[in-house]
Nanobody
Framework: QVQLVESGGGLVQPGGSLRLSCVAS????????MGWYRQAPGKERELVAL???????KYTDSVKGRFTISRDNAKNTVSLQMDGLKPDDTGVYYC???????WGQGTQVTVSS
């Protein structure tokens, strides 16, 4: 069965960094486009970044230049390096296999002083 398991969330001060990871199982990981989404309290879930099977990347405007998505096909892992974090980045971050119903359980990121 398909599983996506996120890790790496936490509490960080503004300007700080976090690295999220998502390990996938039950799929041919290298063939899939993978995405990171977030959902802030009272808001809809939004795309943060995605990476295709040929390593093309896309970012939402608010994180360009601060976040970096990457993948390691040997480890079935997609990561999100988040630098220069802002309070508006607070939310639950989810890993998603694009074009399918499969989501991870989410990991909380809180940016606060």
């Amino acid at each position: 069965q398909v599983q996506l398991v996120e890790s790496g969330g936490g509490l960080v001060q503004p300007g700080g960094s976090l690295r999220l990871s998502c390990v996938a199982s039950g799929i041919i990981f290298s063939l899939n486009t993978m995405g990171w989404y977030r959902q802030a309290p009272g808001k809809e879930r939004e795309l943060v970044a995605l990476i295709t099977s040929n390593f093309y990347t896309k970012y939402t405007d608010s994180v360009k230049g601060r976040f970096t998505i990457s993948r390691d096909n040997a480890k079935n892992t997609v990561s999100l390096q988040m630098d220069g974090l802002k309070p508006d980045d607070t939310g639950v971050y989810y890993c998603h296999r694009e074009g399918t119903i499969f989501w991870g359980q989410g990991t909380q990121v809180t940016v606060s002083s």
